[in-house]
């Protein structure tokens, strides 16, 4: 048996796919953390290119009730985004993907954060049945992607708000600094992958072509023919866990789930089956490990809430919870747990047109067309 190697810096192991380690046994991943740092260093002339970024998005909705969209889930991430764009002087909307999982507290800090800062809310929803479709398929299809139905309604429900109210900007509160970037074979995304699943374990219907937005034809139109763009604000601001949810829960009354994810109940049965699967495949890991790079978290302490979070398996009432609504049987879940793993790489995608248009991705992330760390994340951590 090969023994595993943890890196020597943060804590991830050789079981993440792609992962190399160099001489002194630090991860690849940590060099990818201090090239995004050096190139999103907080200082002053970042903080020159925020200022000049936050102008033009005023200038292109000076004619427009708003400015930039931001998705709103009632998480950490999310809410401190809307805050913080509402602090700078923007006009937000508020975006809500209503997935039939959003859990109370969710609901009740997404309410408090409209009324609180005085913002609208747009809320994009989809029939339940086509929603426990997506969800049944992309669980049959054994890819590692449980969340992928929502990751899709997410990103291609903000660009049809944006193109919608004509806004330029899109807000995202993503961060490589606190969440670290997840390799492809654990977390791969596009509207061909999507819809490929769909249409062997499920069924393409007009609902389908809907609800995904993210196919070639139609970022074409949102990115370049309306010239909708993405701003991932924790690249340009300080962006600390603990003290972000102290200041929303003096600011906002937020309430904190007590656990990562909090916001969605499917989230500890979509976790429980990664694990079981594919085996290293932890959701929090990634992010445990990006919080040790930030020395927001020491890498024992990490360590020990691994091992902790191995200890303390997910609830069977919450994966009875999930498994019910989604109408599968125990032992059809069994099965789909004992199915061979797979990835994206089973599945048609646009990822090999992707690879051939290195450069211009490159070049797209760079005017914030596209996710600004995406290039790193498609041709970096694969």
């Given at each position: 048996m090969i023994k595993k190697q943890l890196c020597n810096r943060c804590v991830l192991d050789s079981r993440v796919p792609g992962i190399t380690f160099?001489?002194?046994?630090?991860?690849?991943?940590?060099?990818?953390?201090?090239?995004l740092d050096k190139l999103y260093t907080l200082n002053s002339q970042n903080k020159k290119k925020f200022e000049t970024l936050l102008n033009k998005i005023k200038i292109s909705g000076k004619n427009n009730k708003y400015d930039c969209v931001v998705g709103l889930?009632?998480?950490?991430?999310?809410t401190y985004c809307l805050y913080t764009a509402k602090r700078l002087g923007l006009r937000p909307l508020a975006f809500h993907y209503d997935n039939g999982w959003c859990t109370a507290i969710a609901k009740k800090n997404i309410e408090k954060a409209i009324r609180k800062l005085d913002v609208d809310l747009e809320k994009v929803e989809f029939p339940w049945e086509d929603i426990?479709?997506?969800?049944?398929?992309?669980?049959q299809a054994s890819i590692p992607e449980t969340c992928l139905p929502c990751e899709v309604g997410i990103a291609s429900g903000a660009y049809k708000?944006?193109?919608?109210?004509?806004?330029?900007?899109?807000?995202?509160g993503t961060s490589f600094r606190t969440e670290g970037i997840n390799p492809l074979r654990w977390h791969y995304l596009d509207g061909a992958y999507f819809n490929d699943i769909i249409k062997k374990f499920g069924q393409l219907t007009s609902a389908t072509k809907n609800f995904n937005k993210l196919t070639m034809p139609d970022l074409f139109k949102y990115i370049v023919v309306k010239g909708i763009k993405t701003i991932q604000l924790p690249l340009y601001i300080e962006y600390n866990n603990q003290s972000i949810k102290a200041i929303m829960e003096?600011?906002?009354d937020w309430e904190y789930g007590g656990k990562i994810h909090f916001d969605c109940s499917y989230k500890p049965f979509g976790g429980y089956v990664e694990k079981q699967k594919f085996g290293g495949r932890d959701p929090g890991l990634i992010a445990l490990a990006a919080l040790v790079r930030s020395k927001e978290m020491t890498r024992e302490a990490a360590l020990e809430k691994i091992q902790a979070d191995d200890s303390t398996p997910v609830s069977q009432k919450d994966i009875d919870y999930c498994r019910q609504r989604l109408g599968f049987s125990t032992e059809e879940l069994q099965d789909i747990l004992k199915s061979p793993p797979k990835t994206f790489l089973d599945y048609s995608?646009?990822?090999s047109v992707f690879s051939k248009l290195r450069l211009p991705i490159k070049a797209c992330c760079k005017m914030k067309l596209l996710p600004e760390t995406l290039?790193?994340?498609f041709f970096t951590v694969v």
């Open positions: 160099d001489q002194q046994g630090i991860c690849s991943h940590c060099a990818l953390h201090d090239k889930s009632g998480g950490v991430d999310s426990k479709m997506f969800h049944r398929a992309c669980l708000v944006a193109a919608k109210y004509n806004i330029k900007y899109i807000m995202l003096k600011e906002l995608t646009y990822y290039y790193e994340k």
